[in-house]
């Protein structure tokens, strides 16, 4: 059983928030969602969520007790302890023999002894690792994480990866927005967001063999409006140039060069559309 | 600091709310307050009653006015007149002498009565003799403290949660919109409850005020009284994004109460262009009946009108307040996120 999303559009007022996104969700993956700031991918998510912001389209989603989900706000309620935060969830959702499946997903998390602490007093990583404890308390078939890691230590960020790939491997669909290019390379399909938009979607290595043109490496760009820092050196995008193997381009490299190509054709559609 | 100074003016700016409240209120006060905030009473409704009740009218100070002359009634329908607010001041004229019964719980009104008493009456005052502030004020500061447990505490509550986004969290849990609306609300229903109990009781024990009136009553009142400042609380936090400026509009709520209640100053002594205000608050009219109830005894049929005021207002604020709380704060979830959302929107 697979969730879809088809032809998603939402509007703000005058801002196109989402705009004809498709979306397959399967259970056993990780989807990651990425994209720069107010790309769309919150609306995304809390749209997939089950929240009624008023979207249009065709959306196939589980029922609200199938679905986990951590919003980017923070997910916990900062006046409950650790464990009236479980146990809130675990009365919402009606769960039955909830106690030994909490404590576990608070081992794996290291919030195993935190169960008195007021969620709210702790850490940045630990409210985020317990928002993440909550959305799977329930085995959810759909856990939606909202940059779950964004501004985690890296020992956390690994516990909060270790309890993702578990749902996963458990087998819940994960849709993930995500800010670290390198775990979104772990997951098994990417939606790529610009302006709610879908810039590329697919497999990691499938968007990175779809770039048009060449990246070179350089000690010093020769056109910085095509060109980003990696490392101590610069790559270059050439939109005209013959793709050539002896570059090796990561996912950054292909969601900045695709970033790019969809400015340069909004700029010429303005050219061509003077107001 | 020109660098500090410009960008205070700039934050001030877009804080429209502190701006009305920096330039707008202290006018509005000041010009509301002036006319509420006066001690002399120049209007005490008045009753005669007796034999010599028609002659003794053209003899009064015209502080009093009669609004009942009764040549056939005695003290005890005086009484009864006081103690259903029908009257503040009674005259009794009858064969066998002359006596003036002052209803004590309206203080700066019998005050100003006693400055008046007739030549040959003999004041008396019933149910405060010693005109005692803190009888008065009791039944009123349960009021008072209920308002304020209602609409800031209540309030605040709701907004942090909007504030934290857990508000979101809650509209994608299993939970329907009236397990939230409720849940939310319950616990400060109790709580008030609580304070209302825990106040009165402190009241009666420790200013010895005493409880005159029907029980069933009072817990009516109560009640009502707490279900509108509920809804107070809960539209306060409809319109605030965050916890000061709740605060902010609890505020602005709660100063026109005390003072144009009639909890501090008669509403008889405020002249007429604020004195209406007064009887669109709910303070008002819990004032009425709790004094009524504690001090005098009043009779539960004549309190029906406050109560029914009350009543009006509960279902008007809860419900408004509701409404846009489900309306406006609650996010919603999609009907069935398992069919098409408006598919044919896409494809037009």
């Given at each position: 059983m697979s969730w879809t999303v088809k032809n998603l559009s939402l509007r703000f007022g005058d801002v196109?928030?989402?705009?004809?996104v498709n979306m397959t969700i399967t259970p056993g993956n990780i989807h990651a969602v990425i994209g720069g700031d107010g790309a769309g991918k919150s609306t995304l998510l809390k749209v997939l969520a089950g929240?009624?912001?008023?979207q249009t389209g065709q959306i196939h989603l589980p029922t609200p007790e199938n679905i986990g989900f951590v919003p980017a706000s923070g997910g916990?309620?900062?006046?409950?302890s650790v464990e009236e935060n479980m146990e809130f969830v675990a009365q919402a959702y009606r769960l039955k023999n909830w106690k030994p499946r909490a404590k576990m997903l608070l081992k794996h998390c290291a919030l195993?002894?935190?169960?008195?602490?007021?969620?709210?007093?702790?850490s940045g990583g630990e409210r985020r690792k317990l928002a993440g404890s909550m959305a799977l308390l329930p085995k959810p078939g759909l856990v939606i994480l909202d940059e779950?890691?964004?501004?985690?230590d890296p020992v956390s960020r690994m516990e909060l990866w270790r309890l993702i790939t578990r749902a996963a491997s458990d087998g819940a669909a994960v849709v993930a927005a995500m800010t670290y290019l390198d775990e979104a390379e772990r997951s098994a399909t990417i939606l790529l967001l610009h302006n709610g938009h879908v810039l590329a979607s697919g497999r990691p290595q499938d968007i990175v063999a779809a770039i048009q043109g060449s990246i070179i490496t350089q000690d010093?760009?020769?056109?910085r409006s095509l060109a980003w820092r990696r490392g101590r050196q610069w790559q270059q995008w050439d939109p005209n140039g013959t793709p050539d193997n002896t570059t090796s381009i990561t996912l950054e490299d292909a969601a900045i060069v695709l970033e790019l190509a969809q400015e340069r054709a909004e700029e010429r559609t303005q050219e061509g559309n003077p107001a | 600091m020109q660098a500090m100074i410009v960008k205070e003016f700039r934050q001030m700016r877009r804080d429209r709310r502190t701006v009305a409240l920096m330039a707008g209120l202290p006018l509005l006060l000041l010009i509301v307050f002036g006319y509420?905030?006066?001690?002399?009473?120049?209007e005490i409704d008045t009753a005669l009653l007796g034999p010599g009740a028609v002659e003794m009218a053209t003899t009064l100070?015209?502080?009093?006015?009669?609004?009942t002359v009764n040549e056939l009634a005695g003290a005890d329908v005086g009484q009864d007149l006081l103690r259903n607010s029908e009257a503040g001041v009674v005259f009794v004229h009858t064969d066998s002498g002359q006596s003036m019964l002052i209803d004590g719980t309206e203080l700066f009104m019998a005050q100003s009565a006693l400055r008046r008493v007739p030549p040959g009456f003999q004041p008396n005052l019933l149910f405060n003799p010693n005109l005692d502030t803190a009888k008065v004020m009791v039944p009123a500061l349960i009021g008072l403290v209920l308002l304020f447990i209602g609409t800031v505490i209540t309030s605040l509550g709701v907004v942090r949660e909007r504030e934290q986004g857990t508000l979101e969290q809650l509209a994608v849990m299993p939970l329907r919109a009236v397990d939230v609306i409720v849940g939310k609300i319950a616990p400060y229903f109790v709580v008030a409850l609580l304070d209302i109990t825990i106040v009165t009781l402190a009241g009666l024990w420790l200013f010895?005020?005493?409880?005159?009136?029907s029980f069933p009553m009072f817990a009516l009142f109560s009640l009502t009284f707490i279900f509108v400042v509920l809804g107070l609380g809960v539209a306060i936090s409809t319109v605030s994004k965050s916890q000061s400026e709740a605060i902010q509009l609890a505020i602005m709520l709660l100063l026109p109460q005390i003072m144009?209640?009639?909890?501090?100053?008669?509403l008889e002594s405020m002249s007429a262009e604020v004195r209406w205000i007064g009887y669109f608050l709910p303070l008002t009219w819990f004032v009425i009946g709790a004094r009524g109830i504690l001090l005098k005894g009043t009779d539960p049929a004549t309190l029906l009108f406050p109560l029914g005021i009350l009543v009006l207002m509960a279902i008007v604020v809860f419900g408004i307040a509701v409404f846009r709380f489900h309306r406006d704060i609650a996010p919603k979830r999609s009907?069935?996120?398992t069919s098409p959302v408006s598919a044919a929107a896409v494809e037009s």
């Open positions: 196109n928030a989402l705009t004809n929240l009624d912001l008023h916990i309620f900062g006046d409950l195993d002894s935190f169960g008195d602490r007021i969620s709210g007093q702790m779950v890691t964004t501004g985690v010093t760009p020769t056109n | 509420a905030a006066r001690f002399d009473v120049t100070d015209p502080v009093f006015n009669v609004v010895d005020v005493p409880f005159k009136g144009l209640s009639g909890m501090i100053f008669p009907s069935n996120p």
